[in-house]
């Protein structure tokens, strides 16, 4: 089966600085990668979709200057939280889109957790 | 109008019991339906994709999907602790976007 990866799978950062997320797909090309917050016991809250080669499209109410997002290549999507506050700190998780004959389907990464002190 | 709806629960079911998930989406021009299970503090993992009417089995699970009453299901036989998680319903809104648009899911406790 298709597989994401995503690292760091957790980090600790000072607030006020900066940490960048990757997602990768392992075994396949993908065009479309999305990113999502998560807090506890709440549910996935999709924050962008990151197009390779293209500028991410936002959802509402999210920052796209605190949030940066760069699909540089087929296979690589970064999510940087810029100038990081503790309310900042959540599960990230990524996925990206397997697109096939027999339809498009979603993998997730394993996540994110971060933490901002 | 949200385009795909389930119950949030919590959905408890006794262990070896059926536990049945339901789901129902609004828009008639879908044509993917995903369930994806997920663990608390982990990221979401695909469990079933089905595409055409009727049921697909996969081991314990089965999904069904009856497009004409808008509505997929995800059956788990025998069920088990370890199937205790947030069952996530996923469908494509094929509005010439392709892209997938999730339910808040359901949280499932299985009763040892």
């Known amino acids: 089966g298709a597989v994401v990866s995503q690292h760091p799978s957790r980090v600790i950062c000072k607030s006020g600085t900066s940490v960048k997320i990757e997602c990768r797909s392992l075994?396949?090309?993908?065009?479309?990668m999305f990113w999502y917050r998560q807090f506890p016991k709440k549910s996935l809250m999709l924050m962008a979709t990151?197009?390779?080669?293209?500028?991410?499209?936002?959802e509402q109410g999210v920052e796209k200057d605190k949030f940066l997002i760069n699909h540089a290549s087929l296979t690589l999507s970064t999510l940087t939280v810029t100038s990081a506050h503790p309310e900042d700190s959540s599960f990230y998780i990524c996925?990206?889109?397997?697109?096939?004959?027999?339809?498009?389907?979603?993998?997730f990464g394993e996540g994110s957790w971060l933490t901002v002190v | 109008q949200k385009e795909v709806e389930q119950n949030s629960g919590p959905l408890s079911v006794p262990e070896g019991a059926i536990a049945s998930l339901n789901c129902t989406y609004s828009?008639?021009?879908?044509?993917?339906f995903f369930w994806y299970r997920q663990y608390s503090g982990k990221s979401p993992e695909l469990i079933m994709s089905?595409?055409?009417?009727g049921d697909k089995e996969d081991g314990r699970f089965t999904a069904q999907l009856n497009k004409a009453s808008q509505y997929v299901s995800l059956l788990i036989r025998d069920s088990q602790p370890s199937d205790s998680a947030t069952y996530l319903c996923?469908?494509?809104?094929?509005?010439?976007?392709?892209?997938?648009?999730f339910g808040k899911g359901t949280r499932l406790h299985i009763l040892p």
């Open positions: 996925s990206a889109e397997a697109r096939r004959n027999s339809g498009n389907t979603i993998y």
């Open positions: 075994d396949f090309q993908a065009t479309t």
């Open positions: 990151s197009n390779e080669g293209s500028k991410a499209t936002y």
């Open positions: 828009d008639r021009v879908s044509q993917s």
């Open positions: 089905i595409y055409s009417n």
């Open positions: 996923a469908v494509t809104r094929l509005r010439g976007d392709d892209k997938i648009i």
